[in-house]
């Protein structure tokens, strides 16, 4: 019920910033848990972000704590990911992921969303 189109990736520098943008199809999407997943060449697909409806309960992956930000506009159904004092292992395609019926065991697997975005390429060069 859900399709996710996703924005604002690019090449930054060691240090610089990017806002990703996963702009959702449906009305419904404030009722949707979302999440932010990344996968690097070679590399499994892993958990970045993820927020609950209502823009609370955000969780974040160890790595980028403290430097990235997951927040959401429902009235825009548009989920955001703010990426700030970006490191070159930043480096990745970014995915947006949207599910329902989520427990907060599940909120960092993959296969426990149904809806996703096409990916988005972030470079961080040095």
């Known amino acids: 019920q859900v399709q996710l189109v996703e924005s604002g990736g690019g090449l930054v520098q060691v240090g610089g910033s990017l806002r990703l943008s996963c702009a959702a199809s449906g009305p419904t999407f404030s009722r949707y848990t979302m999440a932010w997943f990344r996968q690097a060449p070679g590399k499994e697909r892993e958990f970045v972000a993820v927020v609950r409806s209502g823009n609370s309960n955000s969780y974040y992956a160890d790595s980028v704590k403290g430097r990235f930000t997951i927040s959401r506009d429902n009235a825009k159904n548009t989920g955001y990911l703010q990426m700030n004092s970006l490191k070159p292992e930043d480096t990745a395609v970014y995915y947006c992921?949207?599910?329902?019926?989520?427990?907060?065991?599940?909120?960092?697997?993959?296969?426990?969303?149904?809806?996703w975005g096409q990916g988005t390429q972030v470079t961080v060069s040095s």
């Open positions: 992921a949207a599910g329902l019926g989520l427990i907060l065991s599940s909120l960092r697997t993959e296969s426990q969303y149904a809806y």
